[in-house]
C-alpha cells in the first residue's frame, strides 16, 4: 500500500491502481536533478563538451546570460558541473559549465509534475515521505484519515484544466536576450529573456513608435516579473475561442498570432509620420531629410531632443579654442584665425593634443554642429541609440569590422585566441552598451591598428593595451600613447578602476567598455554626437566632458556605425534641436585661401625705422639728413600667396613725405603700413 498526496490530498490507494510497481517507486526515490534556469555570474565561463577542465571547450559565456539547466554531473574531482542547453549568437548550444559560476532555480512545481512524480511509503505515524519535483523525499505531516479518494484525482485535474485554458493569451519570447520594460518603447529594462521562454499575455497598447507592445507577465529568477515586449518579439499562442471572444484584436495583433512573419508589423503611415514629427517638434527644416529616411526605412524610430539651448550660445561655447580640434593639414576655411589659435606673424597654427591637431574655425564647428547637415542614410548614424539592443550581432559586427584590423581573431599574452566580434558582443551585452558603438569607437581611435597604444611591446609597459585611447593626451613631457598606457596600467587613481591593469586585450576592451557606459551612456551622452558635443549632460557640465576633440570624430565613427545595419533592424535615433537655429543648415566650408597679409620685413635701406619693424604695427618715423635725396623702401609678406605694392625707390622732398604699403592677402583682405619720412 502507498500513501500518496497530490496537491494537498491525501489517502490510500492500493500500487497496482496507480499502476506504481515496486521498482518505479525505487526509480522515484533516486535523486534527479530537477530541471531549470541557469544565470552566469563570472565573465568568461568556459563551457565544455563534458564534465571537468580537461574538457574540450565549446564556447564561453559571461554575467547575466541565461541557460536552460537538464542536469548535473560530478566530474573525477568531485565539482559539480550542470549540464546547459542555449543560444548564443543564433548558434543552439548543449554543454557543461562549473556551477559555482551558475545561479540556478529550478522550475516551479506544476499539478501534472507533482502527480507524476511524488510517491510514499505507508507509514503509520501520521506522516507520508513525499518526493518533490527534484526527486528528494521531504517528511510531510498530515492528519491520517482513511477516507477513499475516488474521483478527487480527476476533479484535481480538471480544475487544474480550466485554469490553464482560461480567456488568457500565452506566449513565446522570439529572439536571445530580448528587454523587458517597465514602459512600452523607452522604459526602464526589467530583465532580459531567452528566446521561446513562455509567458501570458495580460494586455496590449500602442507605442509611440508605432508597434504594439503587449504587457505579460512570467517567471525570472524564481520570482513573478511583468512588463513589456515588442509585438514582433513575441509570439502570441490563442485558441479560435480566443479570438472570437476579442472581435476588436487589432490587424497588427492579428498578424502576430496568425503565424506571419513578425517583422511586418505595421509601420506609421504618411500621414501618421507628419503628425509624430510635429509632435516630436522637429523644425520644419529638419522635415524633409527625415521623411526620405522613414521612406525608405519605416521600421526606424526618430525621436526629437529638446535642449531648450539657443544656437548661438552653443556655437560660441563649442568654438572656444581648444575646445575642438582638425588635423593641421587641413585647409584653411576649417582651422580657427583667433589669436590663441594662429600665429599671424609666422603664418602657423598652434598645435594641441601632441601637436598634430590645431583648433577648429567656428564655420567648421557649426556645420558639424547642426544635426540638419546629419540627416542621410549613413551621416544619421551619430544619433543611433548607443544602448545595447537585441538587434546587434555579430553579423553586424562582422561587417563592421569587415577590412580593418579586427577583422577576426587577436592573441593574448599568455597565448590564448579569441574572436573580436565575440568579444565586442560579449562586452556590450554585459556592459548595456551597443556591441557596433564599441567596436566603432575602438576602430577610430586605433585606426589601422599599428599603434603602440595596442602593441603590448612598449618598454615599461609590456602586455598593457588602451584600445579606447583613455587618458591619452598629452602631459608632463609624455606624449599620448605613452600617457595612454600610463593610465592602463593602473597608476593613475580614481573612484573606479574600470579592470585596470589592462593586461590583456580582453580586459582593455572590457574595461574601456565599462568606462564609456558609466560616463557617457548612464548620462544621457548616449549618442555619438552627444559624446563629441555635451549639450544634454548638465551633471558633468554642458560643453565639457566631451569624449573626443576631433570635431569631426562623430561623423566619421557614424561612416563605420552604419555597416553594422542590418534590413528589418529596429533603430532609435536621438536628435538634437536648438533654439534661434539658422533657417537652413550651415554650410560646410570650402575655402582654402590663406588669409594672412602680414608683412615679414619692412625697411628703408640704410636707415632705421622707428618703432622698429613689427608685423602688427602700421605706422612708421624717419627722419633723414639733408643729403639723402632718396629712400628704397623693402618689404616681404609672411605668406608667400600674398601680394605687396608701395615698394621700390622714391625721391624725396624736402620735409614731410608720406609713403604708402600694402600688403594684399590670398583672399583679398588689405593690410596697410604707413612710412612718415621727414627729410632735413
Given amino acids: 500500500m502507498i500513501r500518496y498526496s497530490v496537491k494537498g490530498k491525501k489517502g490510500r490507494k492500493v500500487a497496482a491502481f496507480l499502476g506504481v510497481t515496486a521498482l518505479s517507486v525505487a526509480l522515484l526515490a533516486m535523486p534527479v536533478m530537477a530541471k531549470g534556469t541557469g544565470t552566469v555570474t563570472g565573465t568568461g565561463v568556459n563551457v565544455r563538451k563534458s564534465a571537468g577542465t580537461a574538457a574540450e571547450k565549446v564556447t564561453t559565456v559571461t554575467t547575466g546570460d541565461q541557460l536552460r539547466v537538464t542536469g548535473s554531473k560530478k566530474d573525477s574531482t568531485g565539482k559539480k558541473w550542470y549540464k546547459v542547453t542555449f543560444t548564443q549568437n543564433g548558434t543552439n548550444y548543449t554543454g557543461y559549465i562549473i556551477s559555482n559560476y551558475v545561479n540556478y532555480k529550478k522550475d516551479a512545481v506544476t499539478s501534472d509534475q507533482t502527480t507524476a512524480n511524488q510517491a510514499a511509503a505507508a507509514q503509520t505515524d501520521g506522516s507520508t515521505t513525499v518526493l518533490d519535483v527534484s526527486g528528494i523525499a521531504k517528511d510531510i505531516k498530515q492528519n491520517t484519515t482513511n477516507q477513499t479518494n475516488t474521483g478527487n484525482t480527476q476533479n484535481n485535474n480538471a480544475g487544474t484544466t480550466n485554469q490553464t485554458t482560461a480567456a488568457k493569451k500565452t506566449g513565446a519570447i522570439q529572439g536571445d536576450y530580448v528587454r523587458i520594460r517597465k514602459k512600452p518603447v523607452a522604459g526602464t529594462v526589467v530583465c532580459q529573456l531567452m528566446k521561446n521562454t513562455d509567458v501570458t499575455v495580460k494586455s496590449s497598447k500602442k507605442g509611440s513608435d508605432g508597434y504594439i507592445w503587449y504587457k505579460i507577465s512570467f517567471k525570472y529568477g524564481g520570482k513573478k516579473k511583468t512588463g513589456y515586449v ?45 503628425s509624430y514629427l510635429t509632435a516630436q517638434g522637429f523644425p520644419e527644416s529638419y522635415k524633409q531629410p527625415l521623411r526620405q529616411l522613414h521612406t525608405a526605412h519605416p521600421e526606424w524610430t526618430f525621436k526629437a531632443v ?19 580640434l582638425v588635423s593641421k593639414n587641413a585647409i584653411v576655411s576649417w582651422k580657427s584665425l583667433e589669436s590663441t589659435a594662429y600665429n599671424r606673424k609666422k603664418n602657423t597654427w598652434y598645435g594641441f593634443d601632441g601637436g598634430n591637431w590645431v583648433a577648429a574655425s567656428t564655420a567648421l564647428v557649426q556645420y558639424y554642429l547642426d544635426p540638419r547637415n546629419f540627416l542621410g542614410e549613413t551621416s544619421v548614424f551619430q544619433f ?20 580593418s584590423f579586427m577583422n577576426g581573431d587577436y592573441t593574448e599574452p599568455d597565448g590564448s585566441v579569441r574572436n573580436y566580434a565575440d568579444a565586442f558582443i560579449e562586452i556590450g551585452r ?65 573612484a573606479n578602476n574600470y579592470e585596470r591593469p589592462w593586461n590583456t586585450r580582453y580586459k582593455s576592451l572590457l574595461g574601456g567598455a565599462e568606462y564609456v557606459a558609466q560616463k557617457y551612456v548612464k548620462v544621457k551622452q548616449n549618442t555619438l554626437y552627444f559624446q563629441k558635443f555635451n549639450v544634454v549632460n548638465t551633471k558633468n557640465g554642458l560643453y565639457k566632458h566631451q569624449y573626443m576633440t576631433n570635431v569631426q570624430a562623430a561623423a566619421s565613427e557614424a561612416q563605420k556605425m552604419s555597416k553594422a545595419c542590418q534590413a528589418g533592424d529596429r533603430l532609435v535615433f536621438y536628435i538634437p534641436v536648438y533654439t534661434g537655429m539658422p533657417e537652413t543648415a550651415c554650410v560646410k566650408p570650402t575655402d582654402n585661401k590663406n588669409p594672412n597679409n602680414y608683412l615679414a620685413t619692412l625697411a628703408v635701406t640704410d636707415q632705421e625705422l622707428t618703432p622698429v619693424f613689427d608685423p602688427e604695427t602700421e605706422y ?29 625707390t622714391y625721391d624725396l622732398e624736402r620735409g614731410e613725405n608720406v609713403f604708402t604699403i600694402t600688403c594684399t592677402a590670398q583672399t583679398g583682405e588689405v593690410k596697410t603700413y604707413t612710412i612718415h619720412i621727414i627729410r632735413k
Avoid: M
Fill in 384 to 403: 543611433e541609440s548607443l544602448e545595447y539592443e537585441d538587434y546587434q550581432n555579430v553579423e553586424g559586427l562582422k561587417a563592421l569590422l569587415a577590412g
Fill in 430 to 494: 554585459q556592459v548595456g552598451v551597443s556591441p557596433y558603438h564599441l567596436a566603432a569607437r575602438c576602430y577610430q581611435e586605433q585606426g589601422k591598428g599599428k599603434s603602440d597604444s595596442i602593441k603590448g611591446t612598449v618598454e615599461g609597459f609590456e602586455s598593457i593595451f588602451n584600445y579606447y585611447n583613455i587618458g591619452a593626451y598629452a602631459s608632463g613631457g609624455n606624449s599620448p600613447t605613452r600617457q595612454g598606457l600610463i593610465y592602463a596600467s593602473g597608476q593613475t587613481s580614481g
Fill in 620 to 648: 612708421y618715423d624717419l627722419t633723414v639728413k639733408k643729403k639723402v635725396k632718396t629712400a628704397e623702401i623693402t618689404a616681404t609678406a609672411v605668406a608667400a600667396s600674398s601680394e605687396i605694392s608701395g615698394t621700390g
Fill in 230 to 274: 515588442r509585438s514582433d518579439l513575441l509570439k502570441v499562442n490563442e485558441t479560435k475561442q480566443e479570438k472570437a471572444a476579442d472581435p476588436a484584436q487589432s490587424g497588427a495583433e492579428q498578424a502576430n498570432t496568425n503565424g506571419t512573419d513578425q517583422s511586418t508589423v505595421t509601420s506609421l503611415t504618411d500621414a501618421e509620420f507628419e
Fill in 306 to 324: 529638446q535642449t531648450n539651448l539657443a544656437w548661438n550660445d552653443v556655437v560660441a561655447a563649442e568654438s572656444a579654442v581648444g575646445k575642438n
